[in-house]
């Protein structure tokens, strides 16, 4: 990671932005996750758009929807590098 920010401060950027869980993989990637249950318009896209703007140096890995059915929770990812 060659972010001039810490991991408690790009964490604590993500979380404003929504995330529930902020994971730092040890390749370098770090992962956004946002559960839902009702999509309400929202998308992992539009989750990367608010992440490009907060982290501009931020380069996207890939984004996706991991459906679950109900009981279990579904997430919203972004995966991106700093």
Known sequence: MKSKLS???IKETLQLLGADKVIFKKTGIIEFKRSYFYRHGDSPE????KISAKLPEAKLHRCRDEFKQWPQTSYFIVEFTL
């Open 46 to 49: 539009k989750y990367w758009e």
């Open 7 to 9: 991991k408690s401060q």
